[in-house]
T-cell receptor, first 110, second 116 residues
Framework: KQEVTQIPAALSVPEGENLVLNCSFTDSAIYNLQWFRQDPGKGLTSLLL?????REQTSGRLNASLDKSSGRSTLYIAASQPGDSATYLC?????????FGAGTTVTVRA | NAGVTQTPKFQVLKTGQSMTLQCAQD?????MSWYRQDPGMGLRLIHYSVGAGITDQGEVPNGYNVSRSTTEDFPLRLLSAAPSQTSVYFCASSYSGTPSNTGELFFGEGSRLTVL
């Protein structure tokens, strides 16, 4: 059974600092990995999708890397802003389903 | 283009009552799924569908029924609500219904259910 872990569970940084969020998974037989953002009381918004054959994916200030063999992904958010405060979840895709981590809750202090 | 729409957003039930959570998508997606989100446990798959007329169980299917009569709609039925079903429910869809579907998963806003 796929287990997905996100450490730390919570993170607080001053505005302008770079954010580094970690995701690890136990089974490397995945099709893709997706990072999501969730605001309080809201649904999940897709940030980045990395296919299993890719090493990284970038969108604006966001960059995600994938090392499938070691079961790790890292989401980097450059020059953090208060608007980046949210919970970030990673999910790995096996047959028919995604397995989710419990998320990292980020607070960016102004 | 509304994406994935869930109704109702909030619901309070008494133990033993039944209800249906509605999910509709307008993206012509083959794959649709229901997740529940509980504090400290992440999201867990309840049921999924890879096309009209085809459904299957996820990790936590007990107490829930689904059907998929059209491509657009995927309702989740609670047969006899229990306090353990108090949760936030999310519907999600993706383009392809194949096992190796590598497309992005799109989520609805969630339905918050409390069972007293």
């Amino acid at each position: 059974k796929q287990e997905v872990t996100q450490i730390p569970a919570a993170l607080s940084v001053p505005e302008g600092e770079n954010l580094v969020l970690n995701c690890s998974f136990t089974d490397s037989a995945i099709y893709n990995l997706q990072w999501f953002r969730q605001d309080p009381g809201k649904g999940l918004t897709s940030l980045l999708l990395i296919q299993s054959s890719q090493r990284e994916q970038t969108s604006g200030r966001l960059n995600a890397s994938l090392d499938k063999s070691s079961g790790r992904s890292t989401l980097y958010i450059a020059a953090s802003q208060p608007g980046d405060s949210a919970t970030y979840l990673c999910a790995v895709k096996g047959d028919y389903k995604l397995s989710f981590g419990a998320g990292t809750t980020v607070t960016v202090r102004a | 283009n509304a994406g994935v729409t869930q109704t109702p957003k909030f619901q309070v039930l008494k133990t033993g009552q039944s209800m249906t959570l509605q999910c509709a998508q307008d993206m012509n997606h083959e794959y649709m799924s229901w997740y529940r989100q509980d504090p400290g446990m992440g999201l867990r798959l309840i049921h999924y569908s890879v096309g009209a007329g085809i459904t299957d169980q996820g990790e936590v299917p007990n107490g829930y029924n689904v059907s998929r009569s059209t491509t657009e709609d995927f309702p989740l039925r609670l047969l006899s609500a229990a306090p353990s079903q108090t949760s936030v429910y999310f519907c999600a869809s993706s383009y392809s219904g194949t096992p190796s579907n590598t497309g992005e998963l799109f989520f609805g806003e969630g339905s918050r259910l409390t069972v007293l």
